[in-house]
């Protein structure tokens, strides 16, 4: 009867230490040295949250710069890829959809890769500098910019690459939402 007391014991304790006291000490750290980040980096304008610079949301509208593509219509309860492998037809069909749609919005520049296939969580906050830097010309029509504040625009694009991460982990991106923030501070629509 021993060992199953002692196995009880165990269990109990291992329970506590790493389901209980390990999560909580964490919790307090990251409360402590990284309050923004333990309250899911989130972003505000105007004292109302619009989003977190981790996840990525739909702007479909011209005056907006686009994320790209989600397998998962950005709902971030349900976060996932399509799985859909190379041979997939369906995956042929959004590849050749996502891409219509890339040209038909910023006319026949080619579009990075980023834009025309989802991520694998369907929730990239992120594209390539190139492809926001090629939805500047569709943004500044819409939004109908002088040439002079096309060259801001640019700019202010530029401004908001991020290196990668340890300057080595990945490649430069571009936040969507926080850029759009921006956008509509330094260029308010109409």
Known sequence: MKPVRTAIIVTIFWTVIVGGMYPLLMFGVGAVFFPAQAQGSLLVRDGKVVGSELIGQD??????????????????????????????????????????????????????????????????????PQGAELQVA???????????????????????????????????RVNILTLNIALDRQFPKG
Do not use: C
Request: hydrophobic share 35%; aromatic share 10%; glycine share 8%.
């Open 59 to 128: 702007f479909s509208s011209d005056v907006y710069f686009h994320p790209r593509p989600s397998a998962i219509g950005y709902d971030p309860s349900s976060s996932g890829a399509s799985n859909k492998g190379w041979t997939s037809a369906d995956l042929k069909k959004a590849y050749t959809q996502n891409k219509a749609d890339w040209l038909k919005a910023n006319g026949n520049a080619e579009p990075p890769q980023d834009m025309v296939f989802a991520s694998g969580s369907g929730l990239d906050p992120h594209v390539s």
């Open 138 to 172: 569709r943004v500044a029509a819409a939004r109908h910019l002088s040439p002079g504040d096309s060259e801001k625009l640019l700019a202010l694009v530029r401004s908001f690459e991020e290196a990668p991460q340890l300057g080595f982990l990945g490649e430069p």
